[in-house]
């Protein structure tokens, strides 16, 4: 190896124990030169003057008032779109210590809707993580957890915790593979590409200095970084996802200025091999779905992308992105007060919201 670049492997690989776990320091960097936003005029930058459904930040109820709850719990919409989601599976909230598991950010669900990934922070604020891989397709068969015995997994990572696991309990954790920790960001943006399988998560939102980062589906750990700049003056956002042609998005609100205040803006690009590329979509949603930008996802039975926050959802379909119509736009308010924390569709169109407190996973058909 010509001495330079072994000096540079191990720069990068000591950065990286500095940021912390041996997880980073495997994992391949690449830094981007040059701004990996596309210039645009700000002045033929245009809204959409979509029906507002914004839900304002509201104090979060819990689903439970028994943690082993057996019945399925439901979120109706009150305004916009008819839409009804119902309990499908009871996840995890104690694994090693009480609601250590209490904290999930992001989800992944693969096209087949039989394999869960679930990405986790420490604490509500932290940046430090892990993922959790669920094997939902034989949870759901060989122990009912979707439809006879909902309380069988949270049973048995509570058992693990107290160190009372029965031999049903050992059974079952033998389909949940736990990752381990590593630097997550916020943690909100875990998405799988649906073109080549390969899961991504933004490392560093909010950011005029970023990063995403490749996850492998097997160690569930980061094997790849790629450091970039959109521009000096616009930040990453904290949300991802990936359409079936291997483009990806995010989205923020806007701050005002050039934009009006509290617009969606929409990014659309490629996360390539060693190099990210974005642009901004020049026309936006005027109206925002809710105070907090949540999660990020796409429909490919349907073609459209979805907006999340909490309490409210909004989508709009991809071949009209640029010059959507007001009627093109859907959009629901929902009841209950819970956390939204990721939405994700199976390819038969089955949507599947993980809510929180407690954490758990709620289906919805042709949404």
Excluded: C
Aim: glycine share 8%; aromatic share 10%; hydrophobic share 35%.
């Amino acid at each position: 190896m010509h001495m330079k670049k072994a000096v540079w492997l191990t720069a990068v690989a000591s950065a990286a124990l500095l940021l912390g776990g041996t997880s980073v320091a495997q994992a391949k960097t690449y830094n981007q030169k040059g701004n990996a936003l596309a210039s645009y005029n700000v002045k033929k930058y245009k809204t959409v003057n979509n029906k507002n459904l914004f839900v304002k930040r509201y104090g979060f109820k819990t689903s439970y008032s028994n943690i082993f709850q057996t019945s399925p719990t439901s979120l109706h919409s009150t305004k916009g779109k008819k839409a009804t989601f119902k309990s499908n599976v009871f996840l995890p909230v104690t694994y090693n210590r009480s609601a250590d598991w209490g904290n999930p950010q992001s989800e992944v669900i693969t096209k087949d809707g039989k394999t869960l990934y679930e990405l986790i922070t420490t604490s509500s604020q932290s940046t430090r993580g892990w993922i959790v891989k669920y094997n939902l397709g034989a949870l759901r068969s060989k122990y009912g957890i979707s439809t006879s015995h909902m309380d069988a997994l949270r049973r048995a990572t509570y058992d693990h915790a107290t160190k009372q696991m029965t031999s049903k309990d050992k059974a079952i954790l033998k389909y949940i593979k736990v990752g381990p920790k590593f630097n997550t960001g916020h943690g909100q943006s875990l998405s799988m590409n649906p073109k080549n399988g390969q899961l991504w998560f933004i490392g560093k939102p909010a950011a005029v200095k970023s990063n995403v980062q490749q996850v492998s589906t097997k160690t569930l750990k980061p094997t790849k970084k790629i450091n970039f700049k959109l521009k000096s003056t616009v930040a990453m956002g904290s949300n991802l996802t990936f359409d079936k042609k291997g483009n990806a998005y995010f989205f923020t609100y806007s701050n005002g200025g050039w934009a009006p205040k509290g617009a969606v803006k929409i990014y659309q690009g490629k996360i390539y091999s060693k190099s990210v590329k974005f642009h901004l979509v020049m026309q936006g949603l005027r109206n925002r779905p809710g105070t907090k930008p949540q999660a990020m996802s796409y429909n490919a039975k349907r073609n459209r992308l979805y907006f999340v926050s909490d309490g409210s959802i909004s989508s709009i379909p991809v071949s009209k992105l640029g010059h959507l119509k007001a009627s093109q736009v859907e959009a629901s308010k929902f009841s209950g007060k819970r956390e939204f924390e990721g939405l994700q569709f199976t390819s038969n169109g089955n949507g599947y919201l993980m809510s929180n407190k407690g954490a758990e996973l709620l289906k919805i058909s042709k949404y």
